[in-house]
């Protein structure tokens, strides 16, 4: 009869169980809710094409397979389910693979030598926070310790030595640097092996040795300099960086194991100390990871990441709602709460509501930077004005570190050519689009439609930006967008968002005079008059002591700009009790734009 498994191992490894569940399941969580935009932010600066020349391509540089399976898996973020599954699911394998190459070091481990295997895991979920940390890295982390485990089950010193050679070999050209981790491994390994001290000293010696002459060697097929070629290709987004974040990773990939297998974790065994060890390293890990994510997870870009994310998918009701909750202050998420305003027509209704920097709140000047370039591209290509939109999708692809192609900018460059009637360039851009996944059959229904001219332009969307589109839409100074924008209106009556922007801008500028003539030109076409308006009315009027017309300004503004101007005369604008008015346009104009906070 087979012998009965102890009740106490049974336990032991139902706690296991359950410690590993509970940890991958809180970073499904943490990926698929608070920081879902970080899956949009990744996926939309990366172009994963399904053709043989770009597998080649990407196994041309040292690290290739590594960032080839991390751009695989990366171009599935647009469903951030998976995108939560994928993240959660390496930080559950680095776990379980550490903690398995430690048990094969030393079987009786206490609770506690488990829980340390938790420790890398924990610093990559860190580390990826940084949102220049590409999937490869973490990839890459997963095959070290695959080869490890294989590594720490061969018996016989010398055919380790042998293996080791080759996995480093082979490690660096499909993987990257992650194989520095495997030579300290490897040498503590056999330390810790008692292989005798020769082999010590052969083994690190032959690993090390093997390493530098891996990178001198592919520093004569790929035309990198050699220090990026002992540093990273891969791993991060910006060339010739490397933070040293990463190689503590490393080094702890390396080490760990050896940490939760020691000796003095044997004798810690019988201790009856054991429960309380393993609760102060849950209350450190948590500890940990509650200062840690404030640290790494650098808020204001995260926050730029959410509002980018939800101008990517039109989620406008969401972008107010959060604006709701606290107040906009970057100039991006200023641009991105005025468009949300302006696309569901609350723009002249509500701006005030929220914080104001300026006419630069609704078209931020240009910015070489990526992220911040797409929002505005957004807000320029709703509007209609499709060459400038044009041009900051190019510049944002064009501006990303790594030199990477842009499958969201891809997208709108098609739609700027499409709609300008540059058949032959959009085509282009789709026949790249085809090889993709998830742009493929987009791009295949809109070259269809450009063999249709009909078909353009009774497009929802593409009918109505080509009847707002300028054709002298070329440059123009940033000082007079207003007027840009005043002609987007002339030449399409239905073009709202052109005409609350035009409104709203004249005011955020602080001219009152050129809102009123402005506004005298959009009643020439419409009745509109919304509160924003009327408060621009009433202001204009008592600014030149005239009576304000009863018929276009509610009673209820009337007085309440009176009663402003009461308290202004009384205590100046510095008086707290001014507050009450804090979203209103005369606050803005007198007093500066509604607090922050």
């Known amino acids: 009869m087979g012998i009965l498994p102890n009740p106490t191992y049974k336990k032991r490894r139902v706690l296991e169980t359950v410690l590993t569940t509970i940890f991958g399941l809180s970073a499904f969580l943490f990926w698929l809710f608070p920081y879902k935009s970080a899956l949009s932010y990744h996926e939309q600066f990366q172009l994963f094409l399904t053709t043989s020349t770009y597998f080649k391509e990407a196994l041309s540089i040292p690290g290739g397979l590594a960032r080839y399976c991390g751009e695989f898996l990366v171009q599935m973020y647009v469903m951030p389910v998976f995108g939560a599954i994928v993240l959660s699911l390496i930080l559950v394998a680095v776990q379980i693979l550490i903690y398995a190459i430690a048990k094969k070091i030393r079987k009786d481990m206490p609770i506690w030598g488990y829980l340390l295997s938790f420790i890398p895991s924990l610093l990559i979920w860190l580390y990826i926070g940084d949102e220049n940390v590409l999937l490869p890295f973490c990839i890459a982390s997963v095959s070290l310790l695959l080869a490890v485990f294989y590594y720490t089950n061969i018996e016989r010193p010398y055919h380790r030595l042998a293996t080791a050679v080759v996995i480093l070999l082979c490690g660096y050209w499909f993987m990257g640097t992650i194989v520095y981790a495997f030579v300290l491994y490897a040498t503590i390994y056999e330390a810790v092996r008692k292989s005798g001290t020769t082999h010590l000293v052969v083994t690190g010696v032959t690993l090390c040795l093997t390493t530098v002459a891996a990178i001198i060697i592919v ?115 200023v641009c991105a709460t005025n468009l949300a305003l302006g696309m569901t027509g609350q723009l002249c209704e509500s701006a005030f509501n929220y914080f104001q920097n300026g006419a630069e709140g609704l078209l931020p000047p240009f910015q070489r930077n990526s992220n911040s370039m797409l929002i505005t591209a957004e807000a320029y290509f709703l509007l209609g004005l499709t060459n400038t939109a044009q041009r900051f999708y190019f510049e944002a692809m064009e501006g990303i570190p790594n030199y990477a192609h842009s499958g969201r900018c891809l997208k709108r460059l098609a739609e700027t050519n499409l709609l300008n009637g540059q058949y032959a360039v959009a085509e282009k851009y789709l026949k790249i689009l085809e090889n993709t996944l998830f742009y493929k059959e987009w791009a295949r229904q809109t070259s269809a439609l450009m063999k249709e001219e009909g078909a353009i332009d009774k497009h929802p969307l593409y009918g109505n930006l080509r009847r707002s589109h300028l054709t002298n839409d070329y440059l123009f100074s940033e000082s007079e967008i207003d007027k840009i924008l005043g002609q987007l209106f002339i030449k399409n009556k239905e073009n709202q ?81 001014l507050a009450a008015h804090n979203n209103t346009l005369w606050y803005y104009l007198i007093v500066g734009s509604k607090s922050q906070n």
């Open 219 to 333: 520093s004569n097929i790929v035309n990198y300099p050699i220090e990026r070629l002992f540093n990273d290709l891969v791993y991060y987004r910006i060339p010739t960086t490397v933070p040293l974040m990463q190689y503590i990773i490393m080094g702890m990939l390396a080490v760990v194991p050896f940490l939760c297998s020691s000796n003095k974790a044997g004798n810690i065994i019988k201790s009856k100390y054991e429960n309380a060890v393993a609760l102060s390293i849950l209350l450190l890990y948590g500890a940990m990871m509650a200062g840690g994510v404030g640290l790494f997870y650098d808020e204001k870009k995260y926050e730029l990441m959410d509002y980018d994310c939800m101008v990517r998918t039109n989620n406008w009701q969401g972008i107010i709602r959060k604006a709701s909750e606290r107040q906009p202050d970057l100039p991006m998420s």
């Open 497 to 577: 968002l052109a005409m609350q922007y035009m409104l709203l801008c004249s005011l955020l500028q602080r001219d009152v005079n050129k809102f009123m003539q402005y506004l005298s030109v959009v009643q020439q076409y419409k009745q509109y008059n919304p509160t924003i308006c009327q408060q621009g009315i009433a202001f204009a009027y008592m600014q030149a002591n005239k009576q304000i017309p009863q018929n276009m300004v509610s009673p209820a503004i009337i007085e309440r700009l009176k009663n402003f101007a009461t308290i202004v005369t009384a205590d100046g604008k510095q008086s707290p009790r």
